[in-house]
Nanobody, 127 residues
């Protein structure tokens, strides 16, 4: 069992940056694959980034590749999403997710792979 709380969202102009944080409590974070997903009003929850238990491998959606960086600090039970060069289409509620199971690369990309979810943090990018 793990509990996740996201923070760091806010309002930023296009081209700006934000860093989202995910604080975990319960079992040690090193047990879990971590992912970030996002959801805009009227749209499905979409994969953003994922990171393996030891920090590798990492995966990114094509829409954020080269702009976002996922990282983790298992000693602090924290995961992060550094978001640079933000675009209005990045506007969404961002969710941190965790799963203790093992799987292949496709497993990292599916929301259904993740057992534990935070409540989300709003990111709004203005044009």
């Amino acid at each position: 069992q793990v509990q996740l709380v996201e923070s760091g969202g806010g309002l930023v102009q296009a081209g700006g940056s934000l860093r989202l944080s995910c604080a975990a409590s319960g079992r040690t974070l090193s047990t879990y694959t971590m992912g970030w997903f996002r959801q805009s009003p009227g749209k499905e929850r979409m994969f953003v980034a994922a990171i393996g238990r030891s920090g590798v491998p990492t995966y990114y959606s094509d829409s954020v590749k080269g702009r976002f960086t996922i990282s983790r600090d298992n000693a602090k039970n924290m995961a992060y999403l550094q978001m640079n060069s933000l675009k209005p289409e990045d506007t969404a509620v961002y969710y941190c997710a965790a799963n203790s199971a093992y799987g292949g690369s496709d497993y990292y990309l599916r929301a259904s792979s993740y057992n534990y979810w935070g409540q989300g943090t709003q990111v709004t990018v203005s044009s």
